[in-house]
């Protein structure tokens, strides 16, 4: 019998990732969904990235400036 490796290109290595990375996001939904603390840390953490990403055209920022008002 045919002893199985676990070479990054293999098959059974493939579907193991698959698997753990299903199982993680799994897991986190999981917690998200049962946690109204870290819904709303989500939230404000993923609407903080966003105002970063596109920031408001009525003043320019400097980088710092950008980077203190999405810390705060």
């Known amino acids: ?36 603390d870290a819904r709303q840390f989500t939230s404000n953490a993923l609407q903080s990235a966003s105002d970063f990403i596109e920031p408001s055209n009525t003043r320019p920022q400097t980088i710092g400036e950008r980077i203190d008002s999405f810390l705060n």
């Open 1 to 36: 019998m045919e002893r199985l490796t676990l070479s990054p290109y293999s098959l059974p290595f493939i579907l193991y990732t698959l698997l753990m990375k299903t199982a993680l996001i799994i897991v986190i939904g999981v917690l998200l969904w049962q946690s109204t």
